[in-house]
């Protein structure tokens, strides 16, 4: 299993930024650029939601309708890394944000970072 850890989580306001990260580690039989990644969300009280996915090779991304144009997600193979850069914040925005590797159906997931969005 792949081993991810999500970090920059914070509360903010709305209409600010925040970058997400996760590291991977713990790689067996293949490396990070092996695996597709993705970011999920968790708001209370409501279903784990998908807000963002990158290929690979880091050249096709697809977006939630209700992030689109805001969020940005986007790796680093070199560092096996995975971020989501979040601006224009809402309320809506808020929950627990988890990123997920994915390869030949396998999945592994981090233990999220919570994304408070207040005013």
């Known amino acids: 299993q792949v081993h991810l850890v999500e970090s920059g989580g914070g509360v903010v306001q709305p209409g600010e930024s925040l970058r997400l990260s996760c590291a991977a580690s713990g790689f067996t039989d293949f490396t990070f650029s092996s695996y597709a990644m993705n970011w999920y969300r968790q708001a209370p009280g409501r279903e784990r939601e998908f807000v963002a996915a990158i290929t690979r090779a880091g050249d096709n991304t697809i977006y939630a309708g209700s992030v689109k144009g805001r969020f940005t997600i986007s790796r680093d193979n070199d560092k096996n890394m995975t971020y989501l850069q979040m601006s224009s914040l809402k309320l809506g925005d808020t929950g627990v944000y988890y990123c997920?590797?994915?390869?030949?159906?396998?999945?592994?997931w981090g233990q999220g970072t919570q994304v408070t969005v207040s005013s």
């Open positions: 997920d590797a994915v390869r030949d159906s396998r999945r592994s």
